[in-house]
C-alpha cells in the first residue's frame, strides 16, 4: 500500500525555468525542455516525454514560465506567471545581457548602474531596477530562492511603485509558502495596478495556502473576470469542490490539530485519531528536533470523496497537500494501520514546514516511510539486484512529483526512497537528516545539502545504498 504526497509549497517545486508551447487554439502548456523534432514538438513531463503534432502549435515562448506539476494539488496551484517585462527602459535588453551572461550574474556591472542611480535620475533608477531583477530571474532559474528574494527586493527599492516587480517578491514568497508576505506585496501591487489579473490570480494562491478558501475563491472569480485563464479556472473548481464537501463536515480541535470529518464518521473515532496524532507528533518532534508552528489541518473521508476530491491515483491511501487528507470509511477506531498512515502523513506535514516546501519527494516519502515503521527488509535484494543491472534510477529522477507514476514504477520509487534514507538514518544517525532538511529549508538544492552534510553526491548515495542493502540484508 502506498502514499503520495502532493504538497502546495511543493508544487512549483521544479525550479528549473520552463517554455510555454502556445497551441493555435490558444491553449498554453508550460513545459521543460521543449524541442523541436521533425514534425512534432516534444516536451518534458514528470510523467515522461510528451509530444504534440507542430500542425497544433503556434509558437513556442523560451523561459519563463513555471512549469505545472501533474498532481491535482499541484495543478490546482500552478503558479505560472510571465515575468514582468520593464518595457519603458530604453536599452532594456542590453541591461538584461549587461546583468547575467556567461551563466553568471556580472555583479561589477550592477555595482555600477547603482551608483549611477544613487547619483540621479529616473531612468538610473530604473536601469537599476531591471538589472537587479534580471539577477533575480537567474537565480530563480537556478532554484535559489533566497537570493533571488533579496535581488528581487533590491529592485524594488530601485523602483517602488513598479507592479510587476512588486508582483514578482510576492511570488517568491508564494514559492516559500511565505503567505502573508506575498499578500502584503499583492496588496501594495493593487493600489497601483487595481486591474491586473495576475495580482489577484496569486492573491488567490496566497490565500489558498493560508487555508482562507473563501478569500481564495473570491480571488479567482476576480481574476477571471478580467481574463480568461484556464488555470485559475482549474483551481478555482477544485477549490469550490473541496468546500462545498467540507462545508458539510464537523469540526474538532487539539493542540497541534484541526480536524474535520464528514457526517459519516464517528465523533468517537475522530477523538481516536487526534489522540493518535498528537502522540505522533511528540514522537516526531523528538527526532527531528523541531515542531511546526501552525495548526496542522486534517480531513477524515469516505472511500469515494476521498477519489472525487482528490482525484488522485488509485494506489493513493492517502495524501497530504497542506492538510492530512485521509479515507476512513468502514473503521470505527483506529487500527494500527491506520495509526501507520497518519504518522507517515503527518511527517509530511513536518518534512514540509521544516524545508519550506522544497523537500524532494524522494526524502518526503523515505522519511515518512521510516517513521511509519517501514524497513527495506524484503525489497532489498531485489533493489540491490536493480542497482547491479544499471536500471536503478537516479535520485535526481526522484525529485519531482510522482503522481503521474504507474503503480510499479511508484513501487520502485517509494522503495528507493526508503532504501536511501534508511541507509543515512543508520549509518550517521537522524542528526544527518535533520541537518540536510536545515539546508534544503535555507536555498540549497538537496544535492548541494547531500555533499555538505554528507560528503556525498547523488550516485554516491545510490551506490552506498545499494551497499549498504547487500550488507545487511545479503543471505
Ligand atoms: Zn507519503
Not at 504518522?343 to 516519502?365: C, D, M, Y
Request: hydrophobic content about 40%; overall charge negative; glycine content about 8%.
Amino acid at each position: 500500500m502506498l502514499c503520495a504526497v502532493v504538497f502546495f509549497a511543493a508544487v512549483a517545486a521544479v525550479a528549473a525555468r520552463a517554455d510555454t508551447i502556445v497551441l493555435k487554439n490558444g491553449r498554453r502548456i508550460v513545459a521543460n525542455n521543449v524541442r523541436e523534432e521533425g514534425d512534432k514538438v516534444k516536451y518534458e513531463t514528470s510523467a515522461g516525454e510528451l509530444s504534440l503534432p507542430k500542425s497544433i502549435v503556434d509558437h513556442i515562448e523560451k523561459g519563463g514560465g513555471v512549469p505545472m506539476g501533474d498532481s491535482p494539488a499541484a495543478g490546482a496551484a500552478n503558479l505560472a506567471i510571465t515575468p514582468p517585462a520593464m518595457g519603458t527602459i530604453s536599452g532594456g535588453t542590453e541591461i538584461e545581457s549587461g546583468a547575467v551572461h556567461d551563466g553568471a550574474i556580472d555583479r561589477e556591472y550592477i555595482a555600477r548602474l547603482e551608483a549611477a542611480a544613487h547619483a540621479g535620475d529616473q531612468r538610473a533608477n530604473a536601469a537599476a531596477a531591471l538589472a537587479h531583477h534580471a539577477a533575480a530571474q537567474f537565480e530563480l532559474s537556478r532554484g535559489d530562492m533566497e537570493r533571488a528574494l533579496a535581488d528581487e527586493r533590491t529592485a524594488l527599492t530601485f523602483a517602488p511603485e513598479e507592479p510587476t516587480l512588486l508582483m514578482n517578491v510576492a511570488y517568491l514568497h508564494l514559492r516559500r509558502s511565505e503567505y502573508k508576505q506575498s499578500l502584503d506585496y499583492l496588496e501594495r501591487a493593487r493600489r497601483v495596478a487595481p486591474g491586473n489579473a495576475d495580482v489577484a490570480k496569486l492573491a488567490g494562491w496566497a490565500y489558498y495556502g493560508l487555508n482562507k478558501i473563501d478569500q481564495a475563491v473570491a480571488e479567482w472569480k476576480r481574476a477571471l473576470a478580467l481574463r480568461s485563464d484556464p488555470e485559475v479556472q482549474a483551481a478555482l473548481d477544485k477549490a469550490q469542490r473541496d468546500k462545498q464537501e467540507e462545508e458539510s463536515y464537523k469540526e474538532n480541535e487539539s493542540s497541534h490539530f484541526t480536524l474535520r470529518y464528514s457526517g459519516a464518521a464517528e465523533p468517537a473515532l475522530a477523538r481516536d485519531i487526534l489522540h493518535t496524532l498528537e502522540a505522533h507528533f511528540s514522537a516526531i518532534e523528538s527526532e527531528l528536533n523541531f515542531a511546526p508552528a501552525d495548526s496542522i489541518g486534517v480531513v477524515l473521508y469516505t472511500q469515494q470523496a476521498f477519489a472525487d476530491i482528490t482525484r488522485a491515483p488509485g494506489w493513493v491511501r492517502a495524501l497530504n497537500d497542506g492538510r492530512i487528507r485521509v479515507p476512513v470509511q468502514g473503521l470505527s477506531g483506529v487500527t494500527p494501520e491506520l495509526s501507520r498512515v497518519l504518522k507517515h502523513e503527518l511527517t509530511h506535514s513536518f518534512v514540509g514546514q521544516k524545508t519550506r516546501g522544497h523537500a524532494p519527494t524522494w526524502i518526503q516519502e523515505g522519511l515518512a516511510q521510516w517513521m511509519e515503521g517501514k524497513r527495506s527488509g524484503d525489497n532489498a535484494a531485489v533493489l540491490a539486484q536493480v542497482f547491479q543491472d544499471g536500471h536503478a534510477p537516479s535520485l535526481g529522477q526522484l525529485e519531482g512529483s510522482w503522481m503521474g507514476l504507474q503503480s510499479d514504477a511508484a513501487g520502485y520509487a517509494y522503495a528507493w526512497a526508503l532504501a536511501n534514507i534508511e541507509y543515512i538514518v543508520q549509518t550517521d544517525g537522524m542528526g544527518d537528516v535533520e541537518r540536510i532538511l536545515e539546508r534544503i529549508g535555507g536555498g540549497s538544492s538537496t544535492e548541494a545539502a547531500l555533499r555538505e552534510v554528507l560528503h556525498s553526491d547523488y550516485s554516491d548515495l545510490m551506490q552506498s545504498t545499494a551497499e549498504y542493502l547487500r550488507k545487511n540484508y545479503g543471505r
